[in-house]
């Protein structure tokens, strides 16, 4: 298996909502990335997790809740989300963390109403 | 931080005809240059990097130039077909500092039949 999986592809959801983001990888990578991305923009680093610890957070609002329950999942719980958050969000793996070779899943398309 | 610029932000040549999309950085630091493709509705997908101890990578049609003295690295694709009409981002990274990918904004091919 050498893809990243992320589910669900599509996800409306109100202000009040919660709802999370899943990616999953069996390639063994131990780095593990969410980004977001606006359309027509390049992708923005929001959490980065190696070996299973949050590395780096980009100063992202707390209605962004990142989770890495095992080497494989990284879930992103979201509540209270603004129309504004609504984005592509991108998981991303790689063997080491770094950002080398990232490999990305094809996203949640997420739209806040 | 890490600045990194790219141009053209839209490029558009005939099939059979080559491309060239050109970044720049601004961190000394940087070590790590890779390429990606975005289609539409997909995630970006690496198609090249070049880390700082090499001048120039090939790949089948695709090649990649870096140029440290001037901080600037390029993309080179020969024969065009129009399935490589998709945007393409240059990054940057410290790869050795654990930092992740710096993204230029993007451009946008399109190759004509």
């Known amino acids: 298996d050498t893809e990243v999986t992320q589910t669900p592809k599509h996800l409306v959801m109100g202000m009040t909502n919660k709802k999370s983001l899943k990616c999953e990888q069996h390639?063994?990578?131990?780095?593990m990335y969410w980004y977001k991305q606006k359309a027509k923009k390049p992708p923005e680093l929001m959490f980065v997790?190696?070996?299973?610890?949050?590395?780096i957070n980009e100063s992202v609002p707390s209605r962004f809740s990142p989770e890495c329950p095992n080497s494989s999942l990284l879930n992103l719980h979201l509540h209270a989300l603004q129309p504004e958050d609504s984005a592509l969000y991108l998981c991303?793996?790689?063997?080491?963390?770094?950002?080398?070779?990232?490999?990305f899943g094809s996203g949640t398309q997420l739209s806040v109403l | 931080g890490e600045n990194v610029e790219q141009h053209p932000s839209t490029l558009s040549v005939q099939e059979g005809d080559s491309a060239v999309i050109k970044c720049t950085y601004s961190?000394?630091?940087?070590?790590?240059f890779p390429w990606y493709k975005q289609e539409l509705g997909k995630g970006p997908q690496l198609i090249i990097d070049?880390?700082?101890?090499?001048g120039e990578k090939k790949d089948q049609r695709i090649a990649v130039t870096l140029n440290k003295t001037a901080k600037h690295f390029s993309l080179h694709i020969t024969e065009t077909q129009p399935e490589d009409s998709a945007v393409y981002f240059c990054?940057?990274?410290?790869?050795?500092?654990?930092?992740?990918?710096?993204f230029g904004k993007g451009t946008s091919l399109l190759v004509t039949p």
């Open positions: 991303a793996s790689s063997q080491v963390s770094g950002g080398e070779k990232l490999l």
């Open positions: 390639m063994g990578h131990r780095a």
């Open positions: 997790y190696s070996y299973e610890k949050l590395s």
């Open positions: 961190d000394s630091a940087s070590n790590y």
């Open positions: 070049i880390r700082s101890n090499v």
């Open positions: 990054a940057a990274s410290d790869s050795n500092s654990g930092y992740a990918l710096n």
